[in-house]
Structures are given as C-alpha cells and as structure tokens.
C-alpha cells in the first residue's frame, strides 16, 4: 500500500540511491561541472541551478504544508523560477545545500507519522482547495521524478 | 477510493494533468506532426520513441489484465521505427489515449483491497507498486518529451 515508509524510500532512491528508472539526482550532479550549472541549455530552458532551486522550493512548501496545514506560494511567485542573478548571487553551494536541507527537512517531517496522516486534509495556495498528503506526497514524488529525467537531457547538452 | 485515486493520477499523466508538472502526454504531443515526432536531437530519441516507448508498457499492463499474462520485456520497449505518414501518427496517439482510459478503468474499478494482490505473478511485487511505478515512469519520460519539444521549437525558431 502507499505508505509513508515507502514515500521516503521512494524520495530517498531518487535523491541519492539506486532508482529503478536510472540515476540519481546526487549521481546525476556529481557528473557535472560547477562551471556548467548557471548555463541554460538554450537560451528559454532554465539551468540546472535553477532547476534544483525550483524543486527546493516545493519541497519547502510541502514541509510548511505538513507542519501548518497550509502553504504559502504558488506557481506565480517569483521564487518558483529565480533569474539567473539571484541565482548566481547564492552560489551553487549555497542552491545545493538548500536543496540537500529540503530534503532532510522533508524526511523529518514525516517520521514519526502513522499512515492514518495520508488521509488528512491541508489548504493548497496553488489549487485553492482542500486535498489529502497523499496527493501532496504523490505530486511531490512525481514532480522530482518529471525533473530528474528532464537533468539527464540538460546534463548530456551541456557536456556536449 | 484508493483505486480512484490511482486511476485518476494515471489519467494526469497521460491525458488531461496539470498538477504536476503543468502539463500531459496529451497535452504535448497531440499538436505535433509526425516530422517532428521523429526528429531526433543529437542522437536523443525522439519524442516519438518516448511516447510509443511509454505506451508499449501502458498497452502491456493493460493486456496482463485483460488476459493474466504479462508479455511486454524491457528490451523490446524501444523497438518502433519512425512513423511514416501523420495517420500513423494520429493512429498511435488514438491508441495511447484509449489503451490509457482502458487501464485506467480497470484500475478505478479494483476494490481497493485488491491493489495490495499480487501483480500477475507474486516476483513482480503488488499491484498498486506497480501502477505507481507506471506513473512515475511516465512522469520521467513526459519531462524529457517537454524538454525536446522546446528545443525543438527553438531550433525552428517558433518559439
């Protein structure tokens, strides 16, 4: 069944394991040059840094939703996509560890929790409704998986 | 209630979503011409191979319900050649969206207590492991479909 054991087994393959569905995000990264994350792909894509920074961001929210019952962004805010200068004013250790944080800080969250919470509800700012962890933890999952195949592709144009 | 849940997530994926990822297969694909859907960048696979390459396991698991068996092999699962006319490529997205719902039917109409049963057979893990991993597997893929299709319409200078 789905449980949260297996929510954070899933999340924890994908950030740094063995994922069914091929590399890492940590494995993927470590093939990269520091020198290459601010680059675009082309000049409409977004950079792996701000890639990652844009999955920190959810992960954050999905932290605040779990602790408060609320969020506090949606997919307007200027924080879901940052310009390239911000981005580059935080420096990509600083983006990466954020990113590292979100994800332990995500796992905390959720020990501790029996099942039963899957099936409580929060307010979701961006869809303006009440909805289920389950869906929260569902989308979550789904959103690094949709970004992780998109990395390989950004990872292989850049080397290119 | 779960059986819904998961039908309607597989649904997102493939045909009408936007929570995820703002967009679906059907969302992205269903305005391209078949010249595009072939185009290769790099060496990349197409857009294309993706979505027959997603559908090939769709089209699988809804054949292992139907018949108890499971026939589809992951080293067939990138074996189609480029299409040929845009009917064959119309013809294949008709297929994607209604093998899709097919499945997906099935799934809303399990019991939920069923989703915990094993999966054809107890090595393939249960059921609802492995309609999870259908969807995250599409997800994988429908993010690098969107990524071509930009590059795409930017090397044609449409966007």
């Given amino acids: 069944m789905a449980t949260i054991a297996h929510f954070i087994s899933q999340m924890q393959e994908i950030q740094a394991g063995k ?6 995000y940590e494995r993927k990264l470590a093939e990269v040059d520091p020198s290459l994350v601010y680059v675009r792909p082309t000049p409409k894509l977004k950079s792996i840094a701000a890639l990652i920074s844009h999955l920190t961001l959810w992960r954050e929210e999905a932290v605040l939703k779990i602790k408060t019952g609320q969020g506090s962004k949606t997919d307007a805010c200027i924080e879901n996509w940052l310009p390239d200068k911000e981005l580059q004013a935080q420096g990509w250790n600083s983006i990466w560890a954020a990113y ?41 999952l789904q959103h690094d998986v949709y970004h992780l195949g998109q990395l390989g592709l950004i990872i292989k144009h850049l080397k290119e | 209630m779960k059986s819904k849940e998961l039908a309607d997530r597989l649904r997102e994926v493939i045909l009408n979503g936007t929570w995820v990822a703002n967009t679906n297969f059907k ?40 018949t108890g068996q499971l026939t589809i092999r992951d080293k067939f699962s990138f074996d189609f050649p480029p299409f040929e006319s845009q009917q064959q490529w119309k013809d294949f997205q008709e297929s994607f969206w209604k093998d899709t719902e097919a499945l997906a039917q099935i799934i809303q109409a399990m019991p939920d207590a069923d989703l ?44």
């Fill in chain 1, 19 to 24: 994922p069914w569905i091929g590399s890492s």
């Fill in chain 1, 100 to 140: 590292q944080q979100s994800f332990t800080d995500l796992i905390s969250s959720l020990k501790g929790k029996e099942d039963s919470f899957l099936q409580q509800t929060y307010y979701d700012t961006d869809f303006k409704g009440e909805y289920t962890y389950q869906w929260l933890l569902d989308g979550i």
């Fill in chain 2, 27 to 66: 969302d992205q694909i269903q305005d391209m011409d078949f010249q595009g859907a072939n185009r290769s960048l790099a060496g990349r696979n197409s857009i294309g191979l993706l979505s027959q390459h997603i559908h090939y396991y769709i089209a699988g698991v809804l054949k292992a319900f139907q």
């Fill in chain 2, 116 to 159: 915990g049963e094993a999966f054809i057979d107890p090595k393939y893990g249960h059921m609802q492991r492995n309609i999870d991993g259908l969807i995250e597997h599409s997800y994988y893929h429908l993010g690098q479909v969107a990524l071509l299709k930009k590059m795409i319409a930017q090397q044609n200078g449409v966007d």
